[in-house]
């Protein structure tokens, strides 16, 4: 079987969670592996943000020897905007609330 997703995230690694055997059944991808259950588990109760960086690349690396979901395409967004447009500032999730933005003469 072959499924597209498509997954915008603003914070690293949010992706992981999509392959959490905990995982609500709607965002679930059917992977299945404890070890990386564990991992992820593990970095949850991690403070320090440099070791549940190194942690959570564990659970990645993991996850990409297993093969549980290989990436085919890359979504991009392109956006033309006057170089006297003020406020606009590019975001992952492409949010541009436009009460923020202004022209500068």
Not at 17 to 37: K, W
Not at 39 to 52: G, K, T
Not at 69 to 76: A, E, L, W
């Amino acid at each position: 079987d072959l499924v597209r997703r498509t997954w915008i995230s603003t914070f690293p690694f949010s992706h992981l969670d999509l392959l959490r055997g905990t995982a609500q059944p709607a965002a679930s991808v059917g992977y299945a592996n404890p070890d990386f259950d564990r991992l992820m588990a593990e970095s949850d109760a991690i403070p320090d943000r440099d070791a549940y960086y190194a942690r959570m690349r564990e659970a990645e690396a993991l996850a990409v020897a297993d093969m549980a979901i290989i990436p085919v395409m890359h979504d991009t967004l392109r956006r033309l905007a006057d170089p006297r447009l003020r406020g606009f500032i590019p975001n992952a999730a492409s949010v541009h609330p436009a009460k923020f933005m202004w022209l500068e003469e």
